[in-house]
């Protein structure tokens, strides 16, 4: 005959205790690791579109496209102000001169939503780099 012995309940909250250490560690995981994974994904985002944004422009600037029909293409897809043009402009593509050129004749058109619309496409004369 088989009986029940005390080895049984002995093992079951042996197994508990087990499992509360497993608990605690999935807890203190959770805490620090929720946070870093946003931490990690927002940056993470931001990198990439600032990937995208560089190789828009050095497409555009391959292809032909004046400083005026960039600003105007950011413009649109950004609504970016006058400062935020400058900071796009003064990346090392752009003269002061090209740069001032252009935010004059933005603010003679009437800031960021009167300037011309998008520029058609410009086929490629070089490679971007």
């Given at each position: 005959m088989c009986v029940p012995t005390r080895s049984v309940g002995t093992r079951l909250e042996n197994a508990m205790r087990d499992m509360g250490e497993?608990?605690?560690?999935?807890?203190v995981v959770m805490l620090f690791g929720i946070p870093i994974v946003g931490v990690v994904g927002h940056y993470g985002?931001?990198?990439?579109?600032?990937?995208?944004e560089i190789g828009l422009k050095r497409d555009m600037v391959a292809r032909g496209y004046t400083a005026q029909?960039?600003?105007?293409?950011?413009?649109?897809?950004?609504?970016?102000s006058e400062a935020e043009c400058i900071k796009v402009l003064s990346d090392g593509y752009f003269s002061a001169e090209e740069i001032a050129e252009v935010m004059a004749?933005?603010?003679q058109a009437g800031g960021a939503g009167s300037l011309p619309d998008v520029p058609p496409a410009k086929p490629v004369r070089q490679g971007a780099f």
């Amino acid at each position: 005959m088989c009986v029940p012995t005390r080895s049984v309940g002995t093992r079951l909250e042996n197994a508990m205790r087990d499992m509360g250490e497993f608990i605690g560690l999935v807890a203190v995981v959770m805490l620090f690791g929720i946070p870093i994974v946003g931490v990690v994904g927002h940056y993470g985002y931001t990198a990439f579109k600032a990937w995208l944004e560089i190789g828009l422009k050095r497409d555009m600037v391959a292809r032909g496209y004046t400083a005026q029909e960039i600003v105007a293409v950011l413009g649109a897809t950004k609504g970016a102000s006058e400062a935020e043009c400058i900071k796009v402009l003064s990346d090392g593509y752009f003269s002061a001169e090209e740069i001032a050129e252009v935010m004059a004749a933005r603010k003679q058109a009437g800031g960021a939503g009167s300037l011309p619309d998008v520029p058609p496409a410009k086929p490629v004369r070089q490679g971007a780099f």
